[in-house]
Every structure is written in C-alpha cells, then in structure tokens.
C-alpha cells in the first residue's frame, strides 16, 4: 500500500483518519486476508484472524450467525451494507460499519470482500461534512473555494448573489473572468499569494462589482491533512451599511472636531479682523476650498450693526479670506480688508436682508445665482466651484455680515447637512466677532480716557531734555495703569515719575488718573520724593475705589536740580531706573540701575519709605521705565533689567546733543526688548528717558543783603537790572513789589543778613531767605502775592532759615526753555 504524501494512509491522511480496514472472507465465513487497518481497529494480528470464522470475534452476547444473514444478503443481493459490533482483542466491543461484495473466484468459489470502519469516525466526518453543508447552504456569508488553478470549485448561495452570477457561471471560472477588471487583477493576485504563501488576508475592504457597495474580503489557504495545498477559499461580507455607518461617524467626528478647532482658533481672539483670518483658515482645506468672511462695514469699524428689526444693509468689508490656491483675479475682485464693496449678486443681498442661508448643490444652481455678476459668474467658471453655501453671521438676533464658502472640481458638492455645519460654524463665530466688536468699543473708550489721563504736553525745562513713550497693550488685552509725568519744581528743578496701578480695564485708568493728579499736588507742596511717597500712600485709601478694595500701585519718583546736578529718588515697588553716564577720564558710557531702597508698593501700609541721592555728571541720562517694557511670561526680571542696561549703554554712547537724539533711543529700546513678549499677551508701558544737564550760570542769580530797609531801593535796583538783562523788562514791576513787601517782612523778624536768588527757567523764581525762625509774611502776605498775580509760591527750608519763593509766569512768547536759537525779548 502507497504511503507517499497524500495516499489515503499517509501519516494525517483522511484513510488513516476514518481507520478503514479490509477482510477477506471465504463462503463459510473463514477469515482468508486480514488487512493492518483492521489489525488497528481489533486488535488482532493477521496471524490471529487468518483461518478462522469471523463469527468467533462476535461477542458472546450478540446473536452468533451474523455470518450466515451476511452470506445469505450477498448470494440474493451480491452486496451487503449494514452494522456489527466485533470484539476487540481485550474484550470491548467496536461499533463497526461495513460494506462487503460478493467475489468470483476463477475456480468458482465465492469469497467475499468487507470493508469495515469504526462507527464513531464516520459519525465524526460526516457531522464535519453536514457542517460544511449546513455553512455553504445556510450562511449569509458568501463563500467560495477555489482550486489550485484559482477556479471556482464550490460556491454557496450567498457569494452568487454577491457576485450576481449564478452558481453554474461561477464554476469553473476565475476572479479575472466574473469581477471589473480594475478589481479582478488585485483580488487575483491577492489570490496567488495568500495559495504561495499560507499568510491569510482578513477583512480587507473592496468595492462591490457594481462600484456602489462595499465588501468585507478574507483570503485563506485549503489544505490536505498532510499540508499539501488544495486551493484558497474566499468568504466576502457585504460591509454597506457598516461603511455607511462609519462614514457618517466619522463624518460626524470630523465635524466635532472641526467645530472644536474653530472655537478654539478664535475662542480668545478679540480682533474682528483676525477673528475673520482664523476662521477662514480652520474652514480651508477642510471643509471648504474657499472661504470669505464679510462683515458689514459699520460692524468691522466698530459701529452698531443693525437691530433686529431693521435689514442688514450697506456695504460689505472682507476681514478673512483663505483658499487653497492663491488665484490674483479672486484677491483683485474680493479686496481682502482694503475697501467696502457692495454685495454682488441677489443671493448675497438675500441673505442679509432675511437671515436665510444659501445652498447651491449643482453648477446650474450656481450659473443662476451668479447670472447678474458677470465677474463673479466669471470667477466662478474659473475656480471650477461645484456647489457654494452663503450663511448669514449673526449675533443676538441681528446679521453681522457673512460667511461664503465653495467647493470646486471633482471634491462632493456641499449637501444639507454640510449646510447645518456651516450654521453652527457662524452660529460660534458671530457671537465672537460681536463681543470682539463690543470689547474694541470699550476698550477704545478706555484709551481715550486713559489717554487724556496722561499728559498731554511737557513742559520744558532749562538744562534737561526728555522724551517719552506709552504704547498700550494689544488688542487681545485690556488696557492697563501705567503712567509717566514731567513736573517743574521751584528753582528749576523737576521731578520725573513713572507709576502702574494694578488691574486693567476703565477702573485701572481712572486710579491712574487719580494717583496722577495726587502726584503733582504733593509735587507742588516741595517735599521730598520719601515724603512725597509717603503722603500719597496715605491719601491711596482716600482715592481707592471701595474700602475693603485698597488700591495698589507702584511708583518711581526722582527730583533732579540742574544746579547743583543733583538727584533725589525714592520707589514704591517700582522697577529700578537705569542710569547712564560717561566716565570723564575713558570716555567710556556705562549703565547701571540705580539701587534704591526696594520700598512697599502703595496701598501696603507699615512700610517706610526711604530716598537715594546721586551726584549726576553732565549729560548723564536717565531712563524711567514700567514692567510692560521688560516682563515676560517665563524670563527673570533681573536679566531682563540687565539686558536694558546693556543696550542703553550703548545706545546712549552713539548719542550726539541733539535735541531728537533721545527720540532714538526711546524707539530703539522698545524694538529691542518688547520683541521677546507676545503680541498677543503684552502689557502696555510707559518709558521716559531725560539728559540731564545744568542751568547757564547766567541764569541764576544770587545776592547777601544786611537786614537793614534802608537798603530796599539799592536791592529793588539791582533785581530790575538783572531782570532787564535777561530780557524779562515786564515782569520788573511785579518782581520789585513782591520782593520789596517780603525784604521788609523778613528785615522786620530778623537783624542779621538776608538772601535773594532769582532763577531764570520755565519761569522767573524768586526766593528770599532770612535767619530766622519763621518769615514774616503772614500779615496780609498771601493776599499781597495772589494780588500780584503770582503764578504759585510757598515755603521751603533753606541752609540758612525759611525761604519764602514766588513764581511768575514769563511773557507771551518766550518759552524759557533756554534753547539756543531762542533770543530773549526786549525790556519791557
């Protein structure tokens, strides 16, 4: 017997698995060949059997002629099927079935050949076999098997009616001979390689033969039970609906996800243009081609839209357009942010006067709605669109412009549902576009406020020359309470301050102004920057908004005397000034901040305040500054001062004395640092840098008279010449009165010398100081003063006793400030 790979006894083959064994009987039932199967199946060995009656292997409790009622079947039938149990060698019975045929043999004598299997092994196939029918037959799953030639051998049911081919057209034919042909080559090769190989394909997704379904494809090898390869099966699953399905989830999901990343692109925008931009650029490619973001133009400028009960009427604005080709026709015609335009074509007009969106699915649609534009009509045929949607913008019951978007080529038309996107889209971005309108309002307002808050004009000073810079915060941030202020002292002197009232918004400008105006009121009572901090943090509880909401701020206040180039400063919290001068032996600039007792913000009480005085050298310069100039989310604040210093050091070497150099500076410094802070997160600033110098020597005059009044004419005298050196004939009159009046008062409380110092600045000072411990102006000196028209006096503490100073303001047309070009005018 054949045991070559594949006979039916080789090892795993379907012979040895049914275990069928042969016996050869004579006509009385004697065994004559006993094959090795049944040797396996019984037990018994050829030796064992052969010569005796099959009879004797029945067992002892079975009827004892099954041989007879065998050989009787076969002489009247000459074949037997049928049932009979034997006797294993060690006493159990086999349940065996079995054929047998009568044989001629050539002398004539009948023999008889039986084939036996074992019960259980058929019963085992032949449920294997029913399940293979049973699946061909029953299943919903198309199955089919295919030789090694790749033919169709067998096919159920349900793959002919997948395929729409009856049985008898499928077999014998191949995937090449039944499928398209652009599906047939892939699913044939496929084929092959899964037979070449073994590796089974799963679930892999195909179109139908008609081009509108899809299928469900798993590939796998057929084998023999030695290995040899038989051929592969296909089963193929019509997957339709679970693709429809999936589609629409996942085109739900895209959808979700789209409205996601619009709201977060323009959630914390408060720009309508940049809104317009984002909003345009998250609708292209994805869901659009093209998309144009119009808003009226009254809205895009920041006007009130119409009510809800007027039409939308006016001319358009383009605030956002994005494409996914540029194409100069449609940016010449759309004129992105340039000019207002009104809107072309009645379906546009339709919708801003109904609120109504639009939809055209199909080119015909398209040529109709676009037939009375022909540039749009025009603009249309070339960008290819195939379907176009126009959704009004609308916020709190009003439109606020409109949102055009297109498809083109071969991409699926917009549909009804692509329609609900887009009204969800506008739905999101018209309320963020009408708050963006609202907040510009108010923020607009608040800079005006803030605006006229600050000075508007600085006065100039002789022997100091500053500039200033205040830049607001970006749009996407309320304003802030920074401030700055240039303020003349008696004598010449000035006082430089920079402050930030915390918080933003209208409440931060209006501290602002208020701690602005505390400021020079204190300024004008001539006390000293630690003084001067210290009664503004009292009077902060005054001016605060509510009691138990204290106002907080920091302040920098620095008083410089060009005649004796000295500086006094003192802060509250405040950021360190930095202070540039030049080494008189180098040459060389060096910037340095100036360390300043640090001092408690104002609004914290319990802390005092403290003051630094620095010899400044000619020229120096001297830069105040906010935090807007220098802080940033995540970089220290003291590498940042150290950063300024470096570049004004430098900035401040290349100088020349010209008047606008400081403009330079300025400009160059908020270039160079604000850069490292976020357009869309900084803060605003103030910056104020001053040159500091000193007065002429001719501007300042100073005399020792003995206390005597027999002296007044001399000294009225003297006062006047000098008056009319300096070209201030006019104001002689005034001057000699009020300096006669106080020369009397204080010769009356004292008997040793006095003092009178006139300074020619932004003003005519005048001072009179005498040794004693009160001046003598008290009876009717004040109203003498005010009678005189003295623009401000006061008091102040001099080396040498009280000094009692008046000012006056200079004639018409001659600033003071002491400019070289300028020429003083004429005696009176």
Known sequence: M???????????????????????????????????????????????????????????????????????????????????????????????????????????????????????????????????????????????????????????DALSRLAGLSEAELLGRTTLDVLPPSMAQRVHRLQAEVLRTGQPVTDLVVPSPDGLGARSLSVGRITDRSGRPMGVTNIVLDITERRDAQTKIERARQRLALLDDVGGAIADLLDVRRIGEALAGAIVPRFADLAGVELLAVVASGGEPPTAHDRARGPLLQVGLASVAPHPELERVLRQGEEAFEPAGPFLRSVLDTGVPFLAQTRAELRAATSQDEVVAELVRELDVNSLITVPLRA??????????????????????????????????????????????????????????????????????????????????????????????????????????????????????????????????????????????????????????????????????????????????????????????????????????????????????????????????????????????????????????????????????????????????????????????????????????????????????????????????????????????GLAERAGRLVDRLLREAMAGTGRSVAVRMVYGASLMVEVTARTPEPGYRDGGEQLLAAHQARRWGIRHGPIGPAVWFELPLPDGWSGAGRDDQVPPGPG
């Not at 943090?537 to 920098?556: F, K």
């Open 2 to 156: 054949s045991t070559e790979p594949g006979s039916p006894n080789a090892p795993g083959a379907l012979g040895e698995s049914l275990r069928v064994g042969m016996v050869l009987l004579d006509a009385d039932g004697r065994v004559l060949l006993w094959g090795p199967m049944a040797e396996t199946m019984l037990g018994w060995d050829a030796t064992q059997a052969v010569g005796h009656l099959l009879a004797g292997l029945i067992p002892t409790d079975r009827p004892a002629d099954p041989g007879h009622e065998l050989l009787d079947t076969l002489l009247r039938h000459r074949r037997w099927t049928g049932r009979l149990t034997l006797r294993h060698r060690d006493g159990r019975p086999v349940e065996l079935s079995g054929r047998a045929e009568l044989l001629d043999h050539p002398n004539g004598t009948p023999l008889v050949l039986a084939i036996l299997v074992e019960n259980e092994r058929v019963q085992a196939v032949e449920q294997d076999l029913a399940t293979l029918d049973g699946l061909f037959t029953a299943s919903p799953l198309g199955i089919g098997v295919f030789d090694t030639e790749l033919r169709y051998a067998r096919v159920n």
């Open 396 to 729: 709190r019951g009003t439109v606020l412009g409109l949102l055009v978007i297109t498809r083109s080529g071969h991409r699926p038309a917009f549909d009804g549902e692509d329609l609900a996107l887009a009204m969800e889209l506008t739905a999101r971005a018209g309320i963020t576009l009408d708050n963006a309108r609202l907040y510009a309002r108010e923020r607009d307002a608040a800079l005006t406020l803030q605006r006229s808050l600050l000075p508007q004009t600085l006065p100039e000073q002789p022997g100091v020359r500053f500039t200033h810079r205040y830049l607001p915060g970006s749009r996407g941030t309320e304003i802030g309470g920074d401030w700055f202020d240039v303020i003349p002292l008696v004598g010449g002197r000035v006082a430089f301050v920079v402050g930030d009232a915390t918080g933003h918004g209208l409440q931060a400008a209006a501290a602002m102004g208020r701690l602005r105006t505390a400021v020079r009121t204190l300024a004008a009572l001539d006390l000293s920057p630690a003084h001067l901090l210290a009664r503004l943090n009292d009077a902060g509880r005054d001016i605060a908004p509510h009691l138990d909401d204290p106002l907080m701020a920091t302040c920098l206040y620095a008083e410089y005397d060009p005649l004796s180039r000295e500086c006094r400063l003192a802060k509250a919290g405040h950021l360190p000034p930095v202070l540039v001068v030049r080494d008189a032996d180098s040459g060389r600039w060096t910037a340095r901040p100036l360390d300043l007792p640090s001092g408690a913000p104002l609004g914290v009480d319990g802390v005092p305040f403290e003051e630094l005085c620095v010899d400044v050298p000619e020229g120096s310069v001297l830069v105040l500054y906010t935090d807007g100039l220098l802080e940033t989310r995540d970089g220290d604040i003291l590498t940042r001062v150290d950063e300024l210093c470096e570049l004004l050091c430098g900035l401040v070497g290349e100088l020349t004395d010209a008047e606008a150099a400081l403009d330079g500076v300025c400009d160059a410094v908020i270039e160079q640092m604000r850069p490292a802070i976020s357009s869309s997160e900084s803060d605003d600033l103030a910056l104020l840098a001053a040159r500091l110098g000193s007065l002429p020597e001719d501007r300042v005059a100073t005399w020792t008279f003995p206390a005597d009044p027999a002296m007044l004419p001399a000294i009225g005298g003297t006062v006047d010449h000098r008056l009319r050196e300096w070209g201030l004939g």
